[in-house]
């Protein structure tokens, strides 16, 4: 079965502080992957999206990198600030589906001023 | 509009009850997706579209589940019979075709009281 696991469920760091989010899948043959931001009670921004080809994607503090064959993507944000607090989901797109995408259960993010 | 929108945004259903939910995608989308995100967890798939036609109904989770697309611009989500195991919030997405990213609107929460 294609699962995704983002870990930890819930992280809270200082401000300014360099962080990691960690997202496993268990099939490597995937299409893509997307990270997104979801603050409560609203949809989700998009954040960045790797092709399968790519390795990286940087967009301003945030870089995200994907190893296929280890299954792993992870979300590096550079200097936390409190207004990136929300929850971040992983989202795969594995070969053979129509395009719909399989996400994790989220990393719950708190930065403290 | 610039983003997807979505109405209600939100609606209390007493159990039985019928409802229908509303997703306008980004103009020129070609794909369009709805996903089932419970109290907690992430998003999961319900079915999704190309164009008019329904590619992929395999997510929903029984036969009281009912989308359209008929001009292949709205989308219109379905439920009869509404159960208290319905509450969730419907979200709806959009991309320019099934492999590029997807654009989430801020979903539909549903309360089945």
């Known amino acids: 079965k294609q699962e995704v696991t983002q870990i930890p469920a819930a992280l809270s760091v200082p401000e300014g502080e360099n962080l990691v989010l960690n997202c496993s899948f268990t099939?490597?043959?995937?299409?893509?992957l997307q990270w997104f931001r979801q603050d409560p009670g609203k949809g989700l921004t998009s954040l960045l999206l790797?092709?399968?080809?790519?390795r990286e994607q940087t967009s301003g503090r945030l870089n995200a990198s994907l190893d296929k064959s280890s299954g792993r993507s992870t979300l590096y944000i550079a200097a936390s600030q409190p207004g990136d607090s929300a929850t971040y989901l992983c989202?795969?797109?594995?070969?053979?589906?129509?395009?719909?995408?399989?996400f994790g259960k989220g990393t719950k993010l708190s930065v403290k001023p | 509009g610039a983003g997807v929108s979505q109405s209600p945004r939100y609606k209390v259903a007493k159990r039985g009850q019928d409802v229908a939910l509303r997703c306008d995608p980004i103009?020129?989308?070609?794909?369009l997706f709805w996903y089932q995100q419970a109290l907690g967890q992430g998003p999961e798939f319900l079915t999704y579209?190309?164009?008019?036609?329904?590619?992929?109904k395999s997510g929903l989770p029984s036969d009281r589940f009912f989308a359209e697309r008929p001009e292949g611009s709205v989308s219109t989500l379905k439920i009869q019979r509404t159960q208290q195991e319905d509450s969730a919030v419907y979200l709806c997405?959009?991309?320019?075709?099934?492999?590029?990213?997807?654009?989430f609107g801020p979903g539909t929460r549903l309360t089945v009281t």
């Open positions: 103009s020129g989308h070609v794909s």
């Open positions: 790797i092709q399968s080809s790519q």
């Open positions: 099939d490597s043959a995937i299409y893509n």
């Open positions: 579209f190309q164009n008019e036609a329904q590619l992929d």
């Open positions: 997405a959009s991309s320019l075709a099934r492999d590029h990213e997807q654009y």
């Open positions: 989202a795969v797109r594995f070969w053979g589906s129509q395009g719909n995408l399989i």
